[in-house]
């Protein structure tokens, strides 16, 4: 991939086409990191039944994708927090770039118009559980306006060990 943070950033609502390119950046968290709890990699038709189809281009739950000259750099995500019927107005927010377009403003530009785009909708709350440790995404929701509301310690096991998640919150509309 070339370098991205020469190239303009265009965000719109995921395709059923850009299933393959967003299978493939959520497989390298999944198998080299402790950054998603998933364990075992997805097919792109495993992906698009289990995943993709919960998303809508309007609504709580938004697929947002982050193109740069055509090339799929990054994903973010809202999504249901759990299911009972009174946690509808809450969601719970993700975002994964490609391992190359990390560091450059990307996540920052993505995960903005992500929740920027829920101020319209029926949402009040955004949650986000970042495994430990991870700076990155730490600064992103920080400086993106949600506050740390504590640590659940040792609730995931990967890669033979405990791994801590730091929960977030953040208010909307
Ligand atoms: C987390 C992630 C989305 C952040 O996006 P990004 O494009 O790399 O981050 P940005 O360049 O937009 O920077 C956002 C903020 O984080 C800071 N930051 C970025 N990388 C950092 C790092 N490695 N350590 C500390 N701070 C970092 C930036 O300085 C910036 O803060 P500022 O605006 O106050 O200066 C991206 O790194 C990523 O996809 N990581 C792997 C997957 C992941 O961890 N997803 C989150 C799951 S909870």
Do not use: C
Request: no cysteine.
């Amino acid at each position: 991939m070339t370098d991205a943070s020469t190239r303009p950033v265009t965000l719109r609502a995921g395709t059923r086409a850009d299933i393959p390119a967003l299978t493939a950046i959520y497989n390298h968290y999944v198998e080299h990191t402790v950054v998603t709890f998933d364990t075992t990699p997805f097919t792109p038709a495993e992906r698009e039944a289990g995943w993709f189809v919960h998303y809508a281009p309007a609504g709580r739950h938004r697929l947002l994708v982050a193109e740069t000259s055509g090339d799929v750099v990054g994903y973010a995500t809202s999504s249901p927090h759990r299911p009972k019927a009174a946690y509808e107005t809450s969601v719970e927010t993700t975002i994964y770039l490609h391992p190359d377009a990390t560091g450059r403003g990307i996540g920052r530009i993505l995960y903005a118009e992500l929740l920027d785009s829920l101020q319209t909708e029926d949402v009040h709350r955004a949650l986000a559980g970042v495994a430990l440790p991870n700076d990155a995404s730490t600064a992103l929701h920080e400086r993106l306006g949600f506050t740390a509301l504590g640590t659940f310690r040792e609730v995931g096991r990967k890669f033979g060990r405990y791994v801590d998640v730091r929960w977030f919150e953040r208010p909307i509309g």
